[in-house]
């Protein structure tokens, strides 16, 4: 098993954020924190709301938006730091879509049922971890991990 690769954030005002001039990363920062706020608004409404936290994060408008941005924006941060943000929330995002599906499918059994309440639990356990984490990473101008991609040849 490979170690995660983690992306450091260099010092930006020695112009060394990760091939960007100076400068050139404020505005992307600011739509990554925009994107976590939107991200912890969907969560945030899971808890305070009727709504599991996993649903509100699936389905939520601040999550569909936040998702919509980070596609639209994706291009302008690739081969920088925030580019491990960027991926970060996508994986958070539609693995927790994932798993709210297997958890769909495993409410079709009446045995399946308690499984399911554990899945849903412990996914909107993980998106807020995923949420909080990211968000203070970028907080400290750091990258987040992301797989080596190993190839075959």
């Known amino acids: 098993m490979t170690e995660p690769e983690v992306i450091p954030a260099q010092d930006e005002t020695a ?24 991200h912890a608004l969907s969560a945030a409404s899971g808890i305070l709301s009727s709504a599991t936290i996993i649903g509100a994060f699936v389905f939520g408008w601040p999550s569909i938006i936040a998702v919509i941005i980070n596609y ?3 291009n302008k941060v690739r081969g920088t730091w925030l580019d491990s943000h960027w991926r970060w929330q996508l994986r958070s995002f539609w693995f927790a ?4 599906l297997a958890a769909g499918v495993l409410m079709l059994t009446l045995i399946g049922i308690p499984a399911a ?32 991609v190993v190839s075959a040849a």
Request: with cysteine; hydrophobic share 50%.
């Open 15 to 38: 112009g060394g954020n990760g091939g960007a001039p100076n400068g050139q990363l404020d505005g992307p920062r600011a739509w990554c924190h925009v994107m976590y706020g939107l």
């Open 72 to 74: 639209l924006t994706r």
């Open 97 to 100: 879509a994932l798993w709210l």
């Open 117 to 148: 309440i554990m899945v849903i639990v412990g996914t909107g356990l993980w998106v807020l971890y995923r949420v909080i984490r990211g968000w203070l990473a970028l907080l400290d101008r750091r990258g987040m991990p992301v797989p080596v």
